[in-house]
C-alpha cells in the first residue's frame, strides 16, 4: 500500500493554470480589452492601472510554454479557450480560433500534458457585454451556443472541462467592473479581498450565471458525453472568531457556498484558494499589521487550501474535487516554494482523511496581466516584458518534478 501523504495517487492531475485574457495578448474584442482603454482615457486612480497589451504574447508562444511545463514534470495543463475570438460577432464562427484551440490540445498531448480546458475565464466579447453581458435576456443561450460551437476543440482528448472560471467573483464584481467603465469605481477589485472582502453578488447574477453553467453543460454533453464538466469556484478559508460563526456564515453563504452547492450533480468542482478572511461578531476582519502580506496584499496562509477543499468536501459530498488554482504573488520564489509546499501538505493531509481530490493546478505557468496590471507576479515563469523571453524560476523545477516522480514536493 502506498503512503498517500508521499505518493500521488494514480491518475492525479499535475499541472500549471493559464487564462488566455491573461498571457495571449491583444484580445481586442473582449469586454475586458474595451474596459482597459476606457481606464486608460480616464486617467490615474482606478483598478486599472495598465492595459493587457500584448500580455505574454502566448497567443503564438504557446508551444515554448508548454514545452517549458512538460520539461519541469507536469504531466497537466490548464488553459482556456478566449469566446471573444471564436465568436467574434453573434452567431459567427472563427474556424481559424477553432482550430487554433484544436492544436493546443493536440500540441498538449504531444508533449504529455492532459489539457483541462476552460470554456469562460472572465472575459466575454465585447457584443455580449454590450447586451448586458451575463445580466443579458439570452445570455445562457449564448454561452450554450458558444460551448456548442468550440466542440471541435474538446471533442477528443479533454478529459476535463470548466465551463465557467470562478462564477462567485463575477456575480460579486460585474457590478464594479460595470461602475468603473462609467468612471464611478470605489475601489480596487483586487484588493477588496484583502480589505473590505468581495462585494455580496447580486443573487440575480447568481441565478443567471448557475443557469448558464447548466446550459453549457447540456450543450457539452449532448456533443461529446464523455467530457467532464464542472465549474471552478474561488473559495478562501472563511473562519469565524468565537461566537461570530453566524456572521460568518452570512459572509460566506452568498459569496461561496451557493455556488459550490450548485455543482452538487456535476462530474467534478474546481476549487482555488489563495489565502483565508477571518470575521468577527461586527464583520470581516482586517490582514493583521504583522501578517506576512503577498503582492495582492492577500495574507500569505498557506493553510488555506487544506481548509477549503474540507469546507467544499463539506458542501458538495460526494463529488470529486480539483483544485484548479492556488498559488501566491511574490517577487521572492523562496516565499512561492514556501507557500506551495505548506499548501500541499495541507491538501494531503486533507486526502489522507478521506476527501476525494483528483488533482492539482498551480496558479500560474506563466507572470502575466494580473487584471490591471502586472506588479503581482504569481508566476513560475518569468517573461520579459518587451521581448517575452521566458526564464523559469526554481519553484517550476521544483513543482514540475513532483509530477513526474509521482511524489508530494516537500520544500
Ligand atoms: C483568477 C485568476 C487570477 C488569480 C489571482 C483567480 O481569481 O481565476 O485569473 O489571476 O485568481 O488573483
Redesign the pocket.
Known sequence: MTDPRTTLPEGFLWGA?T?AH?TEGANHNSDWWELEHLALEQGPGGHIEEPSGDACDSFHRWPEDMDLLAGFGFTDYRFSMEWARIEPAPGEISRAAIDHYRRMVEGAHQRGLRPLVTLN??TTPRWFAARGSWYGEDAADRFARFAEAAAPVYADGVDHLCTI??PN?VAALLPVLAQAAAGTEAGGA?EQLATTGIPEPDPHLTEALTRAHRRAVEAVKSHVPHVRTGW?V?VQACQALEGAEAAADAYSRPRQDVFLEAARDDDWLGV?T?TRIVVGPDGLLPVPDDAERTL?GWEFYPEALGEAVRRTAELAPGVPLVVT?N?I?TGDDTRRVAYTSGALAGLADAMADGIDVRGYFH??ALD?Y??GSYR?T?GLIAVDRTTFARTPKPSAGWLGAAGRDRRWPTA
Open positions: 493554470s487564462a491573461q475565464h472572465f472560471n470562478e467573483m483586487t471552478s474561488s482555488q489563495y495582492t488554482e498559488g504573488a496558479w500560474t502575466n494580473e487584471w503581482p504569481f
